[in-house]
């Protein structure tokens, strides 16, 4: 389980200690619920965000 | 009284745009006072663009099938020259100077703007209990929650003080104020409805839809709404489908899939029944029921909370230096969302993708998946935690429980109300569909809506 006071304290310092104490349970709980399905992403898997590339139009076209 | 039915009251000269707007126009005076349901209203522009539309009808110009309707915009919605708060201190004052296409198209389909409904703050919650704004209140009870975050927009439509409002869902923020506000609510399939205009919540969970009081409402409003627009890249190119069921629709052999697992786990006992017994009723009217067993729900929620967090608090991060423009609610969340790695982030959107891939597989068995749409009926503003099952969840966690995974699937979900529990509280079933087969939950819908 990672140590999220650590982490905001390096990523994000100026959320108050006791707004991280309110938190901390349910980060925690996301962690808890996420960590093992990260275990069986297929390798060919793609992430499901968008960005579409459209040809630039040719000048003066 | 219905689109359907104020259009045909138009057609036939019986009533003009004028006075639907009036009418709606009082229902707002009397109710809003204490619901609460608008941010902005639009008295005397609405009644400006209405003569103007009743002497476009009266020249033999009929814009659409929306033409002289009063409606309300979330206010999400940008529109040119009319604040746009987003439910936020950040923009309490933001005039934009150009309309989302949501806006565009419902003016060009002859629609009657009557004002700017109010919300959760930032979309990012399902009370619509606003710090900023003040609380939206439910209509069947004034001291229960309407839902959210398009709670305004729920009870805006509950109460006749328009005939369709718009609503924004990201995970659930047009089905839940749909049931718990009693009226109906279609998110569509993501890329069905232009995002374009729209203040983000989270880039690629962000669908626009529309609440009714009836379903041919919503496929009427969908049939505006629905189209390719450039300016979204998630925007889809598929034709879009006529959505309003004929009249004598039929679901004979439609295939529903009753779920098995998950979605009836923890529910309202009132809620499960009536939606059970819609699946009966549908089986008489020669439908096929089949039980299934659905994916990981709890696991596909679950990506849909990496991803909501993480996008939410990339978004917002701008804003966050300075945290005294945020309601706590939404702060937490915020703050929650600053700690997702970006390596969670990527495995959860890479997830999203296996989990589509799995519940596709459904489609071989059924034409829909029939569910309920909230867990229970609209709590106590002010309420942190709901009993459901015995347990004690947290609100927003209940409320979402069901409906955030379709987003995160991408799929088109229909909420309609399937009756009252023994408070008076409207329950709601959820329909759920095929990428872009709308016009399949609206046929259901339709006759579902005559067993209730």
Known sequence: ?61 | MTIVEAAALQQQGKISSAELTQSALQAVAARNIRLNAFITVLEEQALNQARRLDAERAQGTVRGPLHGIPVALKDVFCTRRVRTTVGSRIWADHVPNYNSAVADRLEAAGAVLIGKTGMHELAYGVTSNNPHFGPVRNPWNEDCIPGGSSGGSGASVATGMSLMAMGSDTGGSIRIPAAYCGTVGIKPTTGRVSRYGVMPLDFTLDHMGPLTASVADAALSLQVLAGHDPRDDSSSREPVDEYLPQPGASIRMLRIGLPENFYFDRVQPSIARAVRRLAQLAESEGAIVKPVRVPDMAAINTVGRVILFAEASATMMPYLKDRSLFGADVLALLDQGRLIAATDYVQAQRLRRVFQREFAQLWSEIDILLTPTAPNTAPPIGSAEVELGGEQEDVRLAATRLVRGINVLGLPALAMPCGRDAAGMPMSAQLIGKPFAEATLFRAGAVFETFV
């Open chain 1, 1 to 61: 389980m990672p140590d999220f006071k650590q982490l905001a304290a390096a990523w994000a310092p100026d959320i108050p200690a006791a707004a991280l104490d309110k938190i901390e349970p349910s980060l925690q709980a996301l962690e808890a619920a996420f960590r093992p399905l990260t275990a069986h992403v297929p390798l060919d898997a793609e992430p499901a965000y968008v960005l579409k590339i459209e040809p630039e139009p040719e000048p003066g076209a």
